[in-house]
């Protein structure tokens, strides 16, 4: 069985300061992990994935999560925020190389103010 | 490359009626999957295909169907809508059983946001 936790269903962030955005997981296999990013009306886009390899993953849009197995933590980070980085943000536990085997976490609103 | 593509992007039903949802992956992805994102609820999974059959199905009851084509594209039915089922329903695509390695990476479309009456 997995599970996703997103600690924050809102964060708000000014303008070109840092974003956090928390997921913890759960599995019982080593997991592939996923965040994607929604912005109003639309699709879901992939930001980054981590699949095993390195345990630090760098994204589109400056975005970057790293794995922490002892934590079973995968948060998202970005150095410097900008008004187009608000969205709302899902975090994906899968299990490897079977999309069919994911569980969305119940997704982050982020907020970011001029 | 295309993206996954939906069709319609909205759709207006009245209670008890029934609905048909449409979606095409990207050319070469075999596999199909289903969400429905209502408010307040996140995005819950509704079903996988792939190569034609129903690989996985969410905890949605038997009035939420579908299939898939020999071309890969997808429906999906829900039949005597109610007003909770008013949602956007996300379809995204990776490459399938059949090549081997099933993906990882979903890609999804935009959506068809459902609105009951």
């Known amino acids: 069985a997995q599970s996703v936790t997103q600690l924050d269903s809102h964060v708000s962030v000014s303008e070109g300061t840092p974003v956090l955005l928390r997921c913890n997981y759960s599995?019982?296999?080593?997991?592939?992990l996923f965040w994607y990013v929604q912005h109003p009306n639309k699709g879901l886009q992939l930001l980054l994935k981590?699949?095993?390899?390195?345990?630090l993953v760098k994204g589109i849009n400056g975005f970057e999560a790293e794995f922490k197995k002892s934590e079973t933590s995968f948060h998202l980070t970005k150095p410097s925020a900008h008004m187009s980085d608000a969205a709302e943000y899902f975090c994906v536990v899968s299990e490897r190389t079977n999309a069919g085997k994911s569980t969305f976490g119940d997704g982050t609103t982020l907020t970011v103010k001029p | 490359e295309a993206g996954v593509t939906q069709s319609p992007t909205h759709l207006i039903k009245t209670r008890g009626q029934q609905a048909t949802l449409r979606c095409s992956p990207i050319s070469g992805h075999t596999s199909v999957y289903w969400y429905q994102q209502a408010l307040g609820l996140g995005l819950q999974f509704l079903l996988w295909y792939d190569e034609g059959e129903e690989r996985n199905r969410g905890n949605f009851p038997p009035r939420f169907s579908g299939r898939q084509f020999p071309n890969y594209s997808s429906e999906l039915n829900v039949n005597a809508l109610e007003l909770e089922d008013s949602a956007l329903y996300l379809c995204a695509s990776t490459r399938g059983l059949a090549g081997g390695t099933l993906q990882e990476t979903q890609y999804f479309g935009p959506g068809t946001r459902l609105l009951v009456l």
């Open positions: 599995s019982s296999y080593s997991p592939s």
């Open positions: 981590y699949t095993s390899a390195a345990t």
